[in-house]
C-alpha cells in the first residue's frame, strides 16, 4: 500500500514525512 501511495500522491508522502520530521 505504501509503493501504490508513493506513486499515486507523492507530495502526501512528503507531506507525512515532513509531519513527522517537525
Do not use: A, C, E, K
Not at 500500500?1 to 517537525?22: A, C, E, H, K
Request: glycine residues 4%; positive net charge.
Amino acid at each position: 500500500m505504501d509503493v501504490w501511495t508513493r506513486r499515486s500522491n507523492p507530495l502526501g508522502l512528503w507531506s507525512r514525512f515532513q509531519l513527522i520530521t517537525n
